[in-house]
């Protein structure tokens, strides 16, 4: 089974480089199964029912998040109607939202995809950890096949959680610092890992967002406001190859496409 990954979409840039690219690479790949990140993709901050939907239409199987979910506040209704809107499990209980949903690939097999969120230089929450031994013990009730968004700043946390969830889990992808990393490997019980995906938006940019404002805070240490970037829009996500029966991957791939 083929499942791809893609970063964290970043404004209008970021939505036409999926647009105008998303159905070539899974034509081309033979992609069954679609996720991605979209926690920046109204504006570079936050999501809307609007936009989460042209996404969903655009042939996203699944949308993940993370910290920034909760900037646009109409999408606090968006997440308690829609399934394939995930949201960090590892907030308090009683956030909205859900953290998991088990769609069908294009061949019929189940996928379980689940959204946690780091603690280290991040909101205080609960832990991911521990968080995860419970829903990835209910998940694999379901299928065998389970992917972790694990939306976190720091590289140690990601890559302690990746041994800690090997063989238990297909993958773990990391997002939120939206530059891909070169340590995408298959653990050695079966679990693929990459530190962060990358982004989906401008690469002309600051992390995304427009070049002298991002500057202008770092050398004056006030506050700017942040625009997304439109230049040089790249899409940045990785394909897993898995085995659908143990749940374990074969082989990840790191997938970029410049511009559109």
């Given at each position: ?13 970021g ?14 790949k033979q992609?069954?199964f ?6 920046n ?17 655009l042939?996203?199987d ?33 956030t ?11 061949q ?7 959204n946690l ?13 521990r ?6 013990s ?8 389970i ?6 700043e ?10 800690f969830v ?29 530190s ?8 002309e ?9 991002s ?5 004056t240490?006030?506050p ?9 829009p790249r ?5 897993l190859?898995?085995?659908e ?7 990840i ?8």
């Amino acid at each position: 089974m083929k499942i791809l990954f893609i970063g964290d979409i970043v404004g209008r840039a970021g939505r036409a480089v999926l647009k105008h690219n998303l159905q070539i690479i899974k034509e081309k790949k033979q992609i069954d199964f679609t996720v991605a990140n979209v926690e920046n993709a109204a504006g570079g901050f936050g999501l809307t029912s609007k936009l989460g939907e042209e996404i969903l239409n655009l042939g996203v199987d699944v949308m993940t998040s993370g910290n920034h979910i909760w900037d646009k506040r109409e999408v606090y209704d968006y997440l308690a109607r829609q399934d394939r809107l995930l949201r960090p499990g590892n907030y308090p209980p009683g956030t909205p939202g859900r953290c998991h949903f088990v769609g069908e690939s294009r061949q019929g097999n189940l996928v379980g995809v689940l959204n946690l969120q780091g603690r280290v230089f991040m909101p205080t929450i609960d832990c991911p950890f521990r968080f995860a031994q419970q829903e990835i013990s209910k998940l694999r009730e379901t299928t065998q096949v389970i992917i972790i968004d694990f939306h976190a700043e720091a590289t140690s946390e990601k890559m302690a959680f990746g041994w800690f969830v090997d063989g238990s889990v297909s993958a773990v992808v990391g997002t939120h610092t939206h530059i891909p990393t070169a340590d995408a490997r298959v653990l050695p019980e079966g679990t693929a890992y990459i530190s962060d995906v990358g982004m989906t938006g401008s690469y002309e940019s600051v992390i995304g967002m427009q070049i002298d404002s991002s500057v202008s805070r770092f050398l004056t240490g006030l506050p700017s406001r942040f625009e997304p970037a439109t230049d040089f829009p790249r899409l940045c996500a990785v394909i897993l190859d898995v085995d659908e029966t143990t749940g374990l991957t074969r082989s990840i791939e790191p997938f970029v496409v410049d511009s559109y």
